[in-house]
């Protein structure tokens, strides 16, 4: 079957600042089953991207293998791309990365292709602290190949077939706390509206700035006694916060109440509005957001929103000193610094 997306634009379609609609940020038409949570995280993403005016041949999408993995090309299609091998897209992307600061990077995987087969990418690009947004669109399943349970299926969950899952999970959000991330959130593909400011928080951070989403399969794995279907998540999630996100170039005229909500600044001047709902919560507390997660873990329920978040990170390129201008930019004279110079690092060796 062929489908064609119809290429109709409304002339009074609303522009964002750059002049683009968000038609603009679309990408092909999508071939996932119809309601895939993964579509309304494709959805989150143009509607983020447009709302913050981002010029999309100024960004890099990377992916693994999967039903996820397929979603880059239904957003953003006129924006780079690479869907790579299963679970090797973190170190693509840190080739790409290294070589070219000027682009924003959205790494997109699934819980089978980072939590499993690319386990040990996911760390390795999590303590570097590689500047990206990367999304784990998370179905506690490997959908692409029929269902299989995954490292993120809790304990007890119960797929289609029936097989109740015994095995301990992974709970990436824990372990990108763990092992040192500098900012961590989770959300639910069907809360848009708590995923659209996540996204734009992200991808204004400087730094490995991770979203967990757990993304419902309504192909197999949406039934009752597993725990990442649509009912078993609307029935189960708490926030820690209902937020708003304004980039650094907004002039900032919100209504918050003072002591009613709280502010978080990124290193750009970009802030974060959270108005509370758990009491306490300090999303700039590693420590803490580790706390909250165990605890609401063993009352049975998953915790969403802005978990941490570090307001002055040193990303990778600070820590390596990476060429500011893209490498492909850089011509002769500073490729090839002549006999002296490579004499002199030669003896600064001996
Ligand atoms: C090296 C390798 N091993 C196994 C596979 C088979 N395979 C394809 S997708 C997939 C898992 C996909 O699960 P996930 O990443 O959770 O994505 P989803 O389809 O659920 O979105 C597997 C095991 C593969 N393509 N390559
Ligand atoms: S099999 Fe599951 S994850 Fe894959 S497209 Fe269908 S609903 Fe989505």
Redesign the pocket.
């Known amino acids: 079957m062929t489908f064609i997306r119809p290429d109709f634009r409304h002339p009074q379609s609303p522009k964002n600042d750059i002049g683009y609609t968000s038609k603009d940020y679309e990408g092909a038409l999508s071939t996932l089953c119809a309601g895939c949570g993964?579509d309304s995280i494709s959805a989150a993403l143009i509607q983020a991207c447009f709302e913050m005016s981002i010029e999309p041949h100024k960004v890099a999408k990377i992916s693994g293998?999967?039903?996820?993995?397929k979603t880059p090309t239904y957003f953003l299609g006129n924006s780079h791309g690479f869907n790579s091998v299963?679970g090797r897209m973190p170190s693509v992307t840190t080739g790409a990365n290294l070589a070219n600061r000027e682009l924003k990077y959205v790494g997109v995987?699934?819980?089978?292709?980072s939590a499993s087969?690319g386990l040990g990418q996911f760390a390795h690009v999590v303590r570097r602290n590689l500047n990206m947004l990367y999304i784990v669109?998370n179905?506690g399943?490997?959908?692409?190949?029929k269902g299989q349970m995954?490292a993120t299926t809790d304990v007890d969950s119960v797929n289609k077939s029936g097989m109740l899952n015994e095995h301990q999970p992974i709970d990436l959000v824990n372990l990108a706390l763990e092992l040192g991330a500098t900012f961590v959130a989770r959300s639910f593909s069907g809360d848009k509206g708590q995923l659209v400011p996540l996204m734009k928080a992200a991808m204004s951070h400087r730094g490995f700035a991770f979203i967990d989403v757990v993304s419902p399969?309504v192909t197999f794995n949406n039934n009752v006694g597993s725990t990442k279907s649509y009912d078993y998540i609307r029935e189960h999630n708490e926030a820690t916060s209902a937020l708003d996100f304004v980039p650094m170039k907004d002039e900032i005229t919100t209504s918050y109440e003072q002591g009613a909500s709280q502010e978080v600044t990124l290193h750009d001047g970009s802030v974060i509005h959270l108005t509370k709902a758990i009491s306490g919560f300090d999303p700039c507390d590693r420590r803490a957001a580790i706390d909250a997660i165990k605890d609401h873990n063993e009352r049975g329920e998953i915790l969403t929103g802005l978990l941490y978040v570090d307001t002055d990170p040193t990303d990778l390129h600070d820590m390596s000193g990476t060429s500011c201008k893209p490498l492909n930019s850089l011509n002769e004279d500073v490729l090839c610094p002549g006999n002296a110079t490579l004499q002199s690092i030669n003896e600064s060796f001996r």
């Open positions: 993964h293998i999967g039903c996820s993995s299963h995987s699934g819980d089978g292709d087969i669109e179905n399943c490997y959908g692409l190949t995954s399969c």
